[in-house]
């Protein structure tokens, strides 16, 4: 692509250079010029109101995707045990294909796996193709890299979506480099743009300090991975669907891996997702001994503990209990901040509380904002008043 000046048309009035992200254009003789920095971006051609700036790059033509229709989820299981985000995304793809007028559909893969077809079928898809197949029993990146590639080249769907866990961090980027389209990783939100019928994928960026949509015109399917947690599942019993088995050849000497025993955490991971009611700390519970109060109160609550980045680089909590944009993302009734500022990081992965209750001694915090009650005073003082005053309800 090739950018030059009309100088009978500039009139020098510098829009060029302010809208130039490389600083490549420069006013010579009240004119502008193109420097050798430039690299043909085009942010000055669109700024330039004289059209003195003029290029021979021709406008991208958006493909005809017509034949591109439903949505798939894949159905991430683990020894017959289908994983939470499976049917959170579900309930979402349910959603954006009533909005595109298309099909739900799961991609269920493994070895005597079938039976969680009903299960799917119960969480909104509409369609399962299921393959089944002993070199599929436990996770192997190429084997299943290699099935979905084929399933999305044969079937072509208009969107794909793969949970943000370990599994789906691994397979999602493998999938879409070999099926040729782009991927947007750890999504907390989607929607159908109404005007364009594109899929809208709202994620943290630039280190959570703003939350950026991108939007996917050139290619098919348009994917995405979605943190865990951030939807919502829902369950109906009366939804039809069919199971559609395929038959697959995969052979195991193929495999450039081998599983040759599965050996499984004594430590069981905590899963906030699941979680009905959380006290989380920040900095402001001051140390480890601090803590012990959250405690009190999410126990007389029937609660878990959790807390900020913060709080688990202090070593105050297990990392396994961090909230946010690198923690876990919950969905829980009651979300009880404490201590806590309210940076975009740590909001990112509880904005989907039912209720949230912010304890802070500074009026300004940042979580007041997106707190349905807010108490101004130290969480020291407070928190021991609601436990006491909990605590005489329920004798009463």
């Given amino acids: 692509m090739t950018i030059w000046i009309e100088i009978d048309l500039c009139n ?47 406008p991208r033509s958006i493909p005809d995707f017509s034949d591109r229709k439903g949505v798939w989820v894949f159905a991430e299981q683990r020894h017959g045990k289908l994983n939470r985000v499976t049917l959170e995304l579900l309930g979402k793809a349910r959603e954006l294909a009533d909005t595109l007028n298309q099909d739900v559909s799961a991609l269920l893969l493994g070895h005597g796996v079938s039976d969680l077809g009903e299960t799917l079928i119960s969480y909104g898809a509409q369609k399962i193709y299921l393959v089944e197949h002993p070199t599929l029993k436990d996770y192997r990146t190429t084997a299943y890299t290699q099935v979905i590639q084929g399933l999305v080249n044969q079937f072509k769907p208009n969107v794909f979506l793969v949970g943000a866990t370990h599994l789906g961090r691994d397979l999602a980027p493998r999938v879409s480099r070999r099926v040729g389209v782009g991927l947007t990783a750890d999504c907390t939100e989607l929607e159908i743009d109404p005007d364009e019928s594109i899929l809208l994928q709202t994620r943290p960026a630039f280190g959570g300090n703003v939350m950026a949509t991108i939007a996917n015109r050139y290619s098919r399917p348009q994917m995405a991975t979605v943190r865990p947690g951030v939807m919502e599942a829902e369950e109906r019993l009366d939804n039809k669907g069919d199971i559609l088995k395929h038959e697959i050849s995969l052979f195991e000497e193929d495999m450039d891996t081998r599983v040759l025993e599965v050996v499984k955490e004594k430590r069981r991971r905590v899963d906030l997702s699941e979680a009905k009611v959380i006290v989380a700390g920040g900095r402001g519970v001051g140390d480890a001994g601090g803590f012990k109060v959250l405690e009190d109160l999410a126990a007389a609550m029937g609660g878990e503990v959790a807390g900020t980045r913060v709080a688990v680089e202090e070593g105050w909590i297990p990392s396994d209990r961090q909230i946010g944009q690198t923690g876990q993302s919950v ?10 500022s309210g940076a975009i990081q740590h909001r990112a992965g509880m904005m989907n509380a039912r209720y949230v209750i912010a304890i802070n001694k500074d009026p300004r915090a940042p979580i007041f904002q997106v707190a ?9 003082e407070v928190i021991p008043e609601m436990m006491a005053q909990f605590k005489a309800g329920r004798n009463e």
Avoid: F
């Fill in 372 to 380: 349905d009650w807010g108490m101004v005073g130290d969480l020291h």
């Fill in 12 to 58: 020098g009035c510098k829009l060029c250079m302010k809208a130039c992200p490389y600083g490549a254009v420069e006013l010579e003789n009240g004119k502008a010029h193109i420097l050798e920095r430039c690299t043909s971006c085009g942010a000055c051609v669109e700024a330039c109101k004289q059209k003195a700036i003029q290029t021979d790059a021709q």
């Fill in 331 to 340: 969905r829980p009734e009651l979300y009880i901040a404490c201590g806590i």
